[in-house]
C-alpha cells in the first residue's frame, strides 16, 4: 500500500506541475510514470499505468520528447518503440524546457523596457509610480535569468546541490 501511495503522490505532482506549465496533466503523468519505471516503457504500457488510451499517450509523448524530458529508445528485436525519463539532470538542464523559460524571461525583459521607453518625457506621478514598479520588475528579471543560467551552466546536479547548501547555510548563520 505504501508503494503505491507513493507512485500516485509522484505521479500527481508531474501531473500538477504540467499543469502549472500550461501542459496537459497527462505529460505529468506519463513523465511521472518513466520517472518511476526502472525499465524503459512501450506506449502501450504508459497508457496501461495512466488510463489513458494509446493515441492520447502517443501525441502528449511527442510534447515530451519535443522538450527533451523523455527519450525515445529501440530495444533489439522489437518493432516497438519504448521511451524512458531523462533522469540526468545535465540532460535536463539542457533541454527546451529551460530554453523556453529563458525566452519567456527575455521577452519579458524586452516588454518592460519597452514599457519604461514609453514612460520617457512623463513626469507625472502615475508614471513615476509606474516606472518604479517597471524598474523593480526589470531588477528581478535579471536576477530570474542569472539564476536560470546558473542552473543551466552546472556540469552536474550534486554540484548544484552544494552550491545552494553553502549560500543557504550562510543566509542562516546571518
Not at 501511495?5 to 505529460?27: C, D, P, Y
Not at 506506449?43 to 492520447?56: D, K, M, P, R
Not at 540532460?91 to 530554453?99: L, M, N
Request: glycine share 6%; aromatic share 6%.
Amino acid at each position: 500500500m505504501g508503494v503505491e501511495e507513493a507512485k500516485r503522490i509522484v505521479m500527481e505532482t508531474f501531473a500538477n506541475t504540467a499543469r502549472r506549465l500550461g501542459q496537459s496533466e497527462l505529460v505529468g503523468y506519463i513523465y511521472g510514470a518513466l520517472f518511476l519505471s526502472n525499465e524503459p516503457l512501450s506506449l502501450s504500457e504508459i497508457a496501461e499505468i495512466t488510463g489513458y488510451s494509446v493515441s492520447h499517450v502517443s501525441s502528449a509523448m511527442r510534447v515530451l520528447e519535443g522538450v527533451g524530458l523523455v527519450q525515445r529508445i529501440k530495444k533489439p528485436g522489437d518493432r516497438r518503440a519504448y521511451f524512458v525519463a531523462t533522469k540526468n539532470f545535465s540532460e535536463w538542464r539542457s533541454s527546451a524546457f529551460y530554453e523556453k523559460i529563458l525566452r519567456d524571461i527575455d521577452e519579458t525583459r524586452k516588454n518592460l523596457k519597452t514599457a519604461l521607453e514609453k514612460l520617457e518625457g512623463e513626469h507625472s506621478e502615475e508614471a513615476e509610480k509606474i516606472r518604479k514598479k517597471l524598474e523593480i520588475a526589470l531588477k528581478r528579471n535579471d536576477v530570474a535569468r542569472r539564476l536560470l543560467t546558473l542552473i543551466m551552466n552546472f556540469k552536474s546536479e550534486e554540484e548544484l546541490l552544494e552550491l545552494l547548501e553553502e549560500c543557504l547555510s550562510k543566509g542562516k548563520k546571518k
